[in-house]
């Protein structure tokens, strides 16, 4: 009789006060009072998320750490691509600012070294600032750097240091996702360190990819015109919808 | 070029993007091929479950059909084990809709549930009711004496023909059309019986101006204030609005009415309030319960008498634990005195506060939440606050499969790559000592906006050992707070009873070991079922046991046994009062079911009057339910079942006391006991028989008193 036992489908409850442990009790009782549950989606929602990065927490804690360390590589590289939109384009407004490949290289190392800094400090709880702060600013950053692109045919000798200045924002941005994804209690310098190896690995994607696309075109007289300001223009015009939309 | 740059971000895009769309059949109907059985949850679908439901009872109708149709002679094999495996699908189905329409429900399947209810009603009907299908199982049962069955088999012939002759199936055609019309009747009354406690609770409200509040925490305060807003809300016109404007809200409902009565210093409105508690259903209104009550007893004890019964009371009885009236009547009076007793006692603890505080009153039943927490604070006093930090949900989870790899040498390992319906429900693989797999054990414990309240026991996938060794996926869920931020979830004491609790029916449903998958781990009376779930609680509050498992989540010191032992004294605070509001509706709900069909109760206020009367009833304390609100029994299940609760107690008390008379609490030899006769068992053997063969003795209630402080032994 497998399905008659079914039918009267038993569930099991259990007390809620301890002086005599009335499950069902309360149940009956509740069913009757209150009706059927009424679902609010936003605190579904909100509550499966919490959900979410509890269970990469306990993932996390039962991982090697060799494993642990290949998983955050592969985070860093996922808040770049594909969900770090703004840092994106805040790599291509670099890249279109010259196609000299030293100075280009001195603008990245410049930002990777400063948004190193600051994502360790955040990270590891040392110094906060509010995401209420930081967001907008980082969206002036790349209008910024696309501004500068338009008007300086090459690079100046202080783009190195602006762009530092502004890899210590994108870095307390990253630790802002970070901390939304969750860092184990154990291990957590190696994950950092991998996470942050994560990030560069993207960053380099972008870059890469930018410089395939346009290998053949990069000698052509009409680069500048055609394709280095239309690019950061446009770069500079969404940076700018974010700074509105982050401040509003 | 604005082109290019667009090209680029899309690529950078769809590179990373992983297509999860994938339009295959319904998961129902396949076998599933995933670890150890357990449902593929990402794979089903709301949209799934009706045609699997459909499928599942017309495959289930085909089934029964080929087992009556069956040319050859009727067998145990051909027809009771044929039965057995019936209705594999919608099992399959029921398991995974009714679970997680209670644990991770939406508005579909809200929905579902209501449409689906009549649906399997009906289905059940065509089952249960089926002639050829009782004429089989009956050729049976006469020849069982000259059949070579084990005593697995015995039972389930037993059990089954049981179940058909308690549906009507010994009866004649005019008969059987009586049950019918009572049945629908019943149904028809117990619906209203609920609409109406529902009506009736909202009916009152007590309308509170800020001078009123004396006494209240802010807390309640502003929930109050929360109630009135929501009424305002809801209000249609704008001179009901203004009832509500700037106004403090309590209703009847226990979670507005025990905040109220505890803290309230306004005497006046605490009776009031508790008043309009107890008179629900009893207003002589369009919505009185009396009449449905009464009218109610009268058709299930006709529905007795026609079935064979002397009454109602004998017929659900029958196939619990208890046996008759005599003997549920005999356990509750020797109860009754103890409890009483102590609340006599409490009483003059109360009034000795109220006369020391210079009042000029006698303690009256609406003045028992405030006086009974100030006699808690001085006598009793346990900060929960202090507690919890020693309490997180990781370690209470260690400190329960500590206490079974003790007992029974069991293991757990925690699995992360089995998917289920949501990311705080946990997977752990139960193995044996041997090694061997077990079962699974799924713990979904935190709260959430779409579960239901309280904390329950089921399972995905039963246990049988009919066609090759099949183990159980198994589930705790439970309403437990979510961490906050980055600290642990933390639990109240009472809290880990409750997983304790849980964690007993899960190994009841873990441990189990039959053969057939009807009679697997929890099917057997409910007066038992919640014995070995209660028995383990013991576990949770043995100084020794909390010792190891209860460190401080920040300092990793071990529980102080000053903590310890407050902890258990206040076990015992307020067992008078509950015990002797618990007995007294335990049995009026017995005298209810008692009644003879030609008598009837003419009316319910006498009746329930001269039923606390006649075991003396104090005016201080109204049973935990009058009839007029006594949904268990007049809405619910617990017609004649609502002692179970107590009962289950005794067994635990008393099965406990084996251990500790042992010296040991992990005594292997009564471990090993316990786990081959209760928790292995399921419900092939009689409930006293199983008990019995743990226990070497019938139950006896003196454990229980002592555990409940009702035993003289508290101050």
Redesign the interface.
């Known amino acids: 009789m497998r399905l008659l036992k079914v039918f009267t489908f038993c569930i099991f409850l259990c007390p809620s006060f301890v002086v005599l442990a009335h499950p069902e009790d309360e149940l009956v009782i509740l069913d009757i009072e209150q009706g059927e549950i009424n679902i609010q989606d936003q605190q579904m929602r909100a509550e499966y998320e919490a959900a979410l990065k509890r269970l990469r927490m306990r993932l996390l804690a039962a991982m090697p750490w060799q494993e642990k360390f290949l998983l955050f590589i592969r985070a860093g590289i996922e808040h770049i691509v594909p969900k770090g939109l703004d840092h994106i384009l805040f790599v291509l407004g670099l890249f279109f600012s010259s196609l000299i490949l030293g100075s280009l290289l001195w603008q990245v190392t410049a930002f990777t070294f400063a948004h190193t800094i600051t994502l360790a400090i955040a990270a590891l709880g040392i110094a906060k600032v509010p995401g209420a702060i930081v967001e907008p600013l980082i969206a002036l950053s790349i209008v910024w750097i696309a501004v500068e692109n338009c008007v300086f045919k090459q690079t100046n000798k202080w783009r190195p240091f602006i762009v530092f200045g502004f890899g210590l924002l994108h870095g307390l941005g990253f630790a802002a996702v970070l901390t939304e994804y969750g860092l184990p209690k154990g291990n957590l310098v190696p994950s950092l360190l991998a996470f942050n190896i994560g990030v560069e690995l993207g960053q380099l994607m972008v870059l890469l990819t930018a410089a395939l696309l346009v290998w053949l075109i990069r000698n052509k007289s009409w680069y500048r015109q055609r394709v280095q300001i239309p690019a950061s223009l446009m770069i500079a015009l969404v940076g700018l919808f974010w700074f509105f939309e982050r401040v509003l | ?2 082109i ?2 667009l ?3 899309i ?3 769809s ?3 992983t297509s999860t769309d994938q339009t295959s059949g319904n998961p129902f109907d396949q076998e599933w091929d995933t670890p150890f059985g357990v449902p593929p949850f990402n794979e089903i679908k709301d949209e799934h479950y009706m045609p699997a439901f459909k499928k599942g009872m017309e495959e ?1 109708l085909v089934e029964i059909d080929a087992i009556v149709n069956n040319p050859e002679a009727p067998t145990f094999a051909n027809t009771l084990e044929e ?6 699908l ?2 399959k189905v ?2 995974v809709f ?1 679970n997680l329409a ?1 644990s991770n ?3 579909k399947l ?1 929905e579902l549930q209501r449409e689906l209810s009549p649906m ?2 009906a289905h ?1 009907d065509k ?2 009711l089926n002639e050829g299908l009782f004429n089989r199982v009956e050729t049976i049962w006469q020849a069982r004496e000259n059949l070579d069955l084990s005593n697995e088999q015995r039972k389930l012939l037993e ?2 023909r049981k ?1 058909f002759v308690r549906s009507g199936a010994l009866l004649n055609k005019e008969q059987k059309a009586q049950i019918t019309e009572i049945n629908s009747k019943i149904s028809g009354l117990t619906t209203e019986f ?1 609409q109406n ?2 009506a009736e ?1 909202n009916g009152f409200e007590l309308i509170l101006d800020e001078d009123d509040l004396d006494g209240l925490s802010e807390g309640i305060i502003a929930a109050a204030a929360e109630t009135a807003a929501q009424k305002m809300e809801n209000a249609e016109t704008d001179e009901e609005k203004a009832k509500y404007k700037d106004k403090y809200v309590f209703t009847p ?2 979670t507005s009415m025990y905040p109220f009565l505890t803290q309230s210093n306004r005497r006046d409105l605490r009776e009031q309030l508790y008043k309009s508690y107890v008179q629900r259903g009893d207003n002589d209104n369009e919505t009185d319960n009396k009449e449905i009550a009464a009218k109610i007893a009268k058709l299930r004890a006709e529905r007795a008498q026609l079935m064979g019964y002397e009454t109602h009371a004998h017929f659900m009885l029958e196939e619990r634990m208890l046996k008759t009236p005599a003997e549920v009547y005999d356990l509750l009076n020797q109860l009754w005195k103890p409890a009483l007793e102590r609340a006599k006692v409490e009483v003059a603890d109360m009034q000795a506060v109220v006369d020391k505080e210079g009042h000029d009153f006698k303690i009256a039943a609406w003045d028992w939440w405030q006086y009974s927490e100030k006699v808690r604070k001085a006598k009793y006093d346990l900060d929960e606050a202090a507690l919890k930090p020693y309490l997180s949900l990781d370690n209470v989870l260690n400190g329960v499969f500590e206490t079974t790899t003790k007992l029974w040498g069991l293991s757990f390992t ?1 699995l ?1 790559d089995i998917n289920v319906y ?3 429900a ?1 997977v752990w693989e139960v193995k044996d000592k041997d090694g061997s797999h077990l079962g699974i054990f799924i713990g979904d414990y ?1 709260t ?11 399972s995905f996938k ?1 246990q049988s050992n009919l066609d090759g060794r099949e183990r159980p996926v198994v589930v705790n869920v ?1 309403n437990f707070p ?2 906050v931020g980055d600290a642990p979830s933390l639990l109240s ?2 809290n880990v ?2 997983l304790f ?2 964690f007993g ?1 899960a190994m009841h449903g873990i441990l189990t070991d039959v053969t057939y ?2 009679m697997a781990g ?2 057997g009376p409910r007066d038992f ?2 014995f070995p ?2 028995i383990l ?1 013991h576990w949770a509050s043995e100084p020794e046991i909390l010792k190891s498992f209860a460190t401080h989540y920040q300092t990793g010191e071990v529980i102080p046994d000053e903590l310890i032992n407050k902890l258990l004294k206040a ?1 015992k605070f ?2 008078g009062f ?2 002797t509001e ?1 007995l007294a509706a335990s049995l009026l709900d017995m005298d209810w079911h008692t009644i003879k069909a030609e008598e009837g109760v003419k009316d319910t206020d006498a009746f329930e009057e001269a039923s606390l009367a006649k075991i003396g009833l104090i005016n201080e304390i109204a049973p935990r339910y009058r009839s007029t609100y006594f ?2 029994i007049f ?2 299940g ?1 017609a004649a079942g609502y002692y179970s ?2 009962y289950s ?1 005794v067994l635990d008390s008393d099965g406990f006391e084996a251990f500790k008379e042992a010296g040991d609490v992990f005594d292997s030899e009564l471990a090993a006991k316990l786990r081959t006769h209760v928790y292995e068992k399921g419900s092939t053997e009689e409930a006293m028989e199983l008990y019995k063969n743990f226990r070497g003795r019938q139950p006896k209630i003196e454990a229980l008193l002592k555990v409940r402080g009702l035993d003289g032994s508290t101050d």
């Open positions: 070029m604005k290019l740059l090209i680029v971000v690529m950078l895009f590179a990373c993007q289930n039965l057995e495996r019936a209705g594999k919608l099992t029921q398991l009714y209670s429900t939406n508005p809200q399997v009603s059940n089952i249960s059990d089954t179940f609920g406690l529902l609770t409902h226990r925690e992360f949501h990311p705080d946990r935190f959430r906006s779409n579960k239901r309240g309280g904390a329950w026991m089921s039963g439970c979510a961490p004491f009472e009873i409750t609790h849980e029916h998958p009807s929890t099917s079922t919640e779930a209660q609680e076990s307020n067992q509950a015990n618990y949904a268990h809405a619910g617990y609760y107590i107690a």
